[in-house]
């Protein structure tokens, strides 16, 4: 079973404008940790934001924020103020604590940024 | 400045040779990781580390070998059994701590292509 669902294979937003993208996941380990990763055009991945199964506010750095439903399994990464250089893939991944050598993947979202 | 390097940034090998990609990190992490990248894909995990003399399979280990012979350094060899080498190849280290929060720091990648 797909552990980490990322449905929007490439979005399109303007500058300046707030983007939302979606990662849900699956897991009935109720002690897991939610990652977002961006990997421009090079190819190194650079870690975004994190949140734990049981942070009671949803994270949030600088532009990025994390939309964190837990009942529905879903963890959104909103990023506001686009700017030209967040144009980029971006990655949801999780961990959970019975497995924790393992950060599964998803297969990502292609951010395109306009003017 | 600490970090995780991995050379070379791109490597070409004919069809049946082995190759080593290297991977050193200064961060003095405990754990370290190998993943496969395809176009269009999330990572996948091929083997991980998490202390010297011991390592595990991940999820698509055949036709790779690893050693951690030391800390800081975690060699892949893509060996000539791996039937569909050509690949962007991340690797990653993080610390051991206990919970789910354990940020996973990348090197910059290897571009491997068979001729």
């Known amino acids: 079973a797909q552990k980490i669902t990322q449905t929007q294979p490439g979005m399109f937003v303007q500058e300046k404008e707030a983007v939302t993208l979606d990662c849900t996941y699956d897991?009935?380990?109720?002690?897991?940790?939610l990652f977002w990763y961006k990997q421009p055009s090079s190819g190194e991945m650079i870690f975004l934001i994190y949140?734990?199964?049981?942070?009671?506010q949803n994270a949030t750095e600088g532009r990025y924020s994390l939309n964190f439903q837990k009942a529905r399994k879903s963890a959104n990464l909103v990023i506001s103020a686009s700017q030209l250089g967040d144009s980029a893939m971006y990655f949801c991944?999780?961990?959970?604590?019975?497995?924790?050598?393992?950060?599964?993947f998803g297969t990502g979202t292609r951010l395109q940024v306009f003017p | 400045d600490g970090g995780i390097t991995q050379s070379p940034k791109y490597l070409f090998r004919k069809e049946g040779q082995n190759v080593t990609l290297s991977c050193e990190q200064n961060?003095?992490?405990?754990?370290m990781y190998w993943y496969r990248q395809d176009p269009g894909q999330g990572l996948r995990l091929i083997y991980y580390?998490?202390?010297?003399?011991?390592?595990q399979k991940g999820d698509i280990a055949e036709g790779y070998s690893v050693s951690r012979e030391k800390k800081e350094s975690f060699p892949l060899t893509v060996t000539s059994a791996q039937k569909n080498p050509t690949a962007f190849y991340l690797c990653?280290?993080?610390?051991?701590?206990?919970?789910?929060?354990?940020?996973?720091?990348f090197g910059p990648g290897t571009r491997l292509t068979v001729l």
């Open positions: 990653a280290s993080s610390t051991r701590l206990a919970g789910a929060y354990n940020e996973q720091f």
């Open positions: 897991t009935s380990d109720p002690s897991y940790g």
């Open positions: 949140q734990g199964s049981y942070d009671q």
């Open positions: 991944a999780m961990r959970e604590v019975w497995n924790t050598d393992k950060l599964i």
């Open positions: 961060l003095n992490h405990d754990a």
């Open positions: 580390s998490q202390i010297v003399n011991d390592f």
